[in-house]
């Protein structure tokens, strides 16, 4: 059974570190999406400190569809050419926005949301969707962040090989 431990890393590249050896643990041997997709995003609500929602877009019929997440309701549909997620997943690189009323066509599917932080989830050279990582303080995010969190994503889609 997978304990949820709090990692006690002092800065953040410990803290994405220990993290994503909780990831991998957790996601060992479990080859479901759905399950592993649940799992991944509650791990990651309830040890990234300050952050209001956690959860992945999956690509499907040429937009991006809400899936497993934590946190409040969401936009169920993303074009690929809006906001964040829909620039993260046709550029396919992580995108860490410290204020997204900075980022024109930004989505504001959260209004308590001021930064966010998105990953391309790409499976044998095919876009799967994205991790959408959102905080409710501007400037939470860095590029540390954008580093943890590609990690993150990469943890996830290893799991589904």
């Known amino acids: 059974m997978f304990e949820l431990k709090q990692p006690a890393a002092a800065d953040k590249r410990e803290l994405y570190a220990e993290l994503t050896e909780q990831a991998r643990s957790l996601l060992h041997g479990e080859t479901d999406f759905i399950a592993n997709a649940a799992n991944f995003t509650a791990l990651l609500y309830h040890t990234l400190p300050d952050v209001n929602w956690v959860g992945l877009y999956l690509l499907k ?4 569809v809400v899936g497993p997440f934590q946190g409040k309701p969401a936009c169920v549909r ?3 050419s809006k906001g964040v997620c829909g620039a ?3 550029r396919r690189e992580t995108l860490v926005v410290p204020d997204v009323n900075a980022f024109a066509g930004h989505i504001f599917c959260d209004s308590a949301s001021r930064a ?3 990953a391309p989830l790409v499976h044998d050279d095919q876009l799967v969707g994205v991790l959408d990582i959102d ?3 501007a400037g939470r995010f860095d590029d540390e962040d954008g580093a943890g969190i590609t990690a993150l994503a990469s943890v996830f889609i290893a799991a589904l090989k």
């Open 61 to 64: 019929d040429g937009e991006l």
């Open 116 to 118: 966010e932080v998105v």
């Open 78 to 80: 993303i074009p690929l």
């Open 88 to 90: 993260a997943a046709t």
């Open 135 to 137: 905080s409710p303080t």
